[in-house]
């Protein structure tokens, strides 16, 4: 029964979402709590939603604190001089601006930490897409790529959680599968290229090539808030929050809390003008607190109801003996998919032993197992999964919607997870 109520409850979810039948906010609160209350938990359901939503406040009150940082540095004028050199170097091609984002995603995503990646990247390199014309989730899909690529890291929260569920080490797990990782690298610079092609075909090539960044429109309203002055120490805060951030010196909440105070006062000692920034992106920010809030309400009903864990019993039952052998490849098919469904933790310490402890009986090693489940669980399938933040914090700083992205993304992603699947099995890393 709660097996059956968790399956309905993410189809409705992901339907109404992806049809844009209802929005995020709603969808992740209704149609669970409706869920709950139908499965009998009653008043339990409260207590349910108040634990997903104590889970998820750090992640939204550094959203909120993060939101308002890179919103009063824009608001200065910090980034139009990194924009316009990054520009110079890019010019207006569509293929070299994409191929750059994606590679400096990939660079910046080494510390393991997809909210630093977007906070990083998305405020730099938006500004180019929209200079050119290119839509915003050609932006958002290939900075999902390669974040969602290098999630797979031994030193990142997915790998951790594989290695402390499996008992293994990263040699056992990881390093076997850098084959695959490097031929995905290479896949989703390719589907990247293709990406950039359409957006050339789109916009026009004579249009791509009219102008430059210097002579793009000047809004006068906002060039009265720059700070050119103040550019150095901006950058230089910038540097400090980043590095504190990779370094793990203060939780990311804490980061951004003190970063934002200390911004807003050396930009705008003026109360009256600190009141003005903070309206101004107020907005944003309660829209996609407001988001992650919701989800961690989901989240909290669909663990503290059982409903997690009986959907994977439910899921290992159904595998009939002739594709036991086989399971590591299946494993590695619904990998990516499975994102949409499990967060990590229900998955690595609650379905993936599970699994590997019924692989068992197969013959089939418990490491393959994990290596199956690294190439898209919540790796490639993060950044579109509804239940992680940092899905929230990418459509929120790209400005679309969770739908629009998932339907371009998914797709692409589940491509790269397939391709790594085929060379680890190619190179016997994972039986078939």
Same mark, same amino acid.
């Given at each position: 029964?709660?097996?059956?109520?968790?399956?309905?409850?993410?189809?409705?979810l992901?339907?109404?979402?992806?049809?844009?039948?209802?929005t995020? !906010?709603?969808?992740?609160?209704?149609? =669970?709590t409706?869920?709950?209350?139908?499965?009998?938990?009653?008043?339990?359901?409260?207590?349910?939603?108040?634990?997903?939503?104590?889970?998820?406040?750090?992640?939204?009150?550094?959203?909120?604190?993060?939101?308002?940082?890179?919103?009063?540095?824009?608001?200065?004028?910090?980034?139009?001089?990194?924009?316009?050199?990054?520009?110079?170097?890019?010019?207006?091609?569509?293929?070299?601006?994409?191929?750059?984002?994606?590679?400096?995603? *990939?660079?910046?995503?080494?510390?393991?930490n997809?909210?630093?990646?977007?906070?990083?990247?998305?405020?730099?390199m938006?500004?180019?897409?929209d #200079?050119?014309? *290119? /839509?915003?989730?050609?932006?958002?899909?290939?900075?999902?790529?390669?974040a969602?690529?290098?999630?797979?890291?031994?030193?990142?929260?997915?790998?951790?959680?594989?290695? #402390?569920?499996?008992?293994?080490? +990263?040699?056992?797990?990881?390093?076997?599968?850098?084959?695959?990782?490097?031929?995905?690298?290479?896949?989703?610079?390719?589907?990247?290229?293709?990406?950039?092609?359409?957006?050339?075909?789109?916009?026009? @090539?004579?249009?791509? +090539?009219?102008?430059?960044?210097?002579e $793009?429109?000047?809004? @006068?309203?906002?060039?009265?808030?720059?700070?050119?002055?103040?550019? $150095?120490?901006?950058?230089?805060?910038?540097?400090?929050?980043?590095?504190?951030?990779?370094?793990?010196?203060f +939780? =990311?909440?804490?980061?951004?809390?003190?970063?934002?105070?200390?911004? $807003?006062?050396?930009?705008?000692?003026?109360?009256?003008?600190?009141r003005? /920034?903070?309206?101004?992106?107020? @907005?944003?920010?309660? $829209?996609?607190?407001?988001?992650?809030?919701?989800?961690g309400?989901?989240? %909290?009903?669909?663990?503290?109801?059982?409903?997690?864990?009986? *959907?994977?019993?439910?899921?290992?039952?159904?595998? =009939?003996?002739?594709?036991?052998?086989?399971?590591?490849?299946?494993? %590695?098919?619904?990998? *990516?998919?499975?994102s949409?469904?499990?967060?990590?933790? +229900?998955?690595?310490?609650?379905?993936l032993?599970?699994?590997?402890?019924?692989?068992?009986?197969?013959?089939?090693?418990?490491?393959?197992?994990?290596?199956?489940?690294?190439?898209?669980?919540?790796?490639?399938?993060?950044?579109?999964?509804?239940?992680?933040?940092?899905?929230?914090?990418?459509?929120?700083?790209?400005?679309?919607?969770?739908?629009?992205?998932?339907?371009?993304?998914? =797709?692409?992603?589940?491509?790269?997870?397939?391709?790594?699947?085929?060379?680890?099995?190619?190179?016997? !890393?994972?039986?078939?």
């Amino acid at each position: 029964m709660l097996a059956l109520l968790g399956f309905i409850t993410i189809v409705v979810l992901l339907t109404l979402i992806m049809t844009n039948k209802a929005t995020p !906010v709603v969808a992740l609160i209704a149609v =669970p709590t409706v869920a709950a209350l139908v499965g009998g938990f009653g008043k339990s359901t409260g207590d349910f939603i108040i634990k997903g939503v104590l889970a998820i406040a750090p992640t939204a009150t550094m959203f909120i604190f993060a939101t308002l940082f890179f919103g009063i540095l824009t608001d200065a004028g910090t980034f139009d001089p990194i924009i316009k050199k990054i520009f110079k170097i890019v010019g207006r091609d569509p293929v070299k601006i994409v191929l750059g984002t994606a590679i400096l995603a *990939m660079i910046v995503h080494l510390d393991g930490n997809g909210a630093v990646t977007f906070l990083v990247v998305i405020p730099a390199m938006l500004p180019l897409f929209d #200079a050119v014309g *290119m /839509r915003r989730t050609t932006l958002a899909t290939v900075v999902a790529l390669s974040a969602g690529l290098m999630n797979m890291e031994p030193w990142g929260g997915v790998p951790l959680r594989a290695m #402390a569920s499996l008992k293994l080490t +990263s040699t056992e797990l990881f390093n076997p599968l850098l084959i695959p990782i490097l031929v995905g690298a290479i896949f989703i610079l390719f589907l990247d290229y293709r990406l950039a092609k359409k957006e050339v075909a789109r916009i026009g @090539k004579q249009n791509i +090539s009219i102008g430059n960044i210097d002579e $793009l429109p000047v809004d @006068k309203e906002k060039q009265k808030y720059f700070r050119p002055k103040l550019f $150095l120490v901006n950058i230089l805060t910038i540097i400090i929050s980043i590095t504190m951030l990779i370094k793990g010196m203060f +939780s =990311p909440t804490a980061v951004f809390m003190i970063a934002f105070t200390i911004t $807003l006062v050396i930009n705008y000692p003026n109360v009256k003008d600190q009141r003005a /920034r903070m309206d101004a992106h107020a @907005k944003e920010a309660l $829209l996609m607190s407001s988001i992650l809030f919701a989800a961690g309400a989901f989240v %909290g009903i669909m663990q503290n109801s059982g409903m997690i864990k009986e *959907m994977a019993a439910v899921l290992i039952s159904i595998i =009939p003996n002739f594709l036991g052998q086989h399971l590591a490849v299946i494993v %590695g098919v619904i990998g *990516m998919p499975a994102s949409l469904i499990f967060d990590p933790d +229900s998955f690595y310490f609650g379905v993936l032993p599970t699994i590997a402890a019924a692989a068992k009986a197969f013959g089939v090693p418990a490491v393959e197992i994990g290596r199956a489940a690294l190439l898209g669980q919540m790796t490639t399938g993060f950044p579109v999964s509804p239940l992680t933040g940092s899905t929230f914090l990418l459509i929120g700083l790209v400005g679309v919607e969770l739908g629009e992205h998932q339907k371009k993304t998914i =797709p692409y992603a589940f491509a790269v997870t397939i391709v790594m699947l085929i060379t680890a099995v190619i190179i016997k !890393v994972i039986r078939f």
